[in-house]
């Protein structure tokens, strides 16, 4: 009895499959909207100058990545910050967005993310509300 427990165990501890999450994945170059599967978080990127928007996922923990410049204590899904989006570019203002779960990161118009209060977190609409 013990054997048979342990094996039906171990039989569903390799069934079950370790997968992450799945993302948007959008950017200006491609113009093409793909899905990104097994995924750990996803991002959105806005540009504040051009109003593009850039939207992925991630394999890595974003506690871990090197040069993320990220306040984890503000309690925020999106930060402003100032990036060079490449090396001996001018800096430019950025909306960095992380979510953990699956297809957090709609893309979004810079208008819609603006009206939203900058955030990709769902908004209640009023008749939704209990206030």
Known sequence: MFFKAIS????LNLAVPAV??????YNAYTNQPT?????????AFYEV????????????DPLKTEKLKWDFNQ????????????????WQVVYTCFCFTP?????????EFEARGFTLAPKPIKANSIW
Not at 49 to 60: E, K, P, V
Not at 75 to 90: A, L, S, V, Y
């Open 8 to 11: 039906i165990f171990m039989t």
């Open 20 to 25: 992450g999450i799945s993302c948007y994945g």
């Open 35 to 43: 899905t990104q599967h097994n995924k750990s978080f996803c991002t």
């Open 49 to 60: 100058a051009n109003g593009q928007g850039t939207f992925s996922g991630a394999d890595r």
């Open 75 to 90: 309690g925020t899904d999106c930060q402003m910050q100032k990036q060079r989006m490449h090396e001996g570019e001018e």
């Open 103 to 111: 297809m957090c990161n709609f893309p979004f118009s810079f208008k």
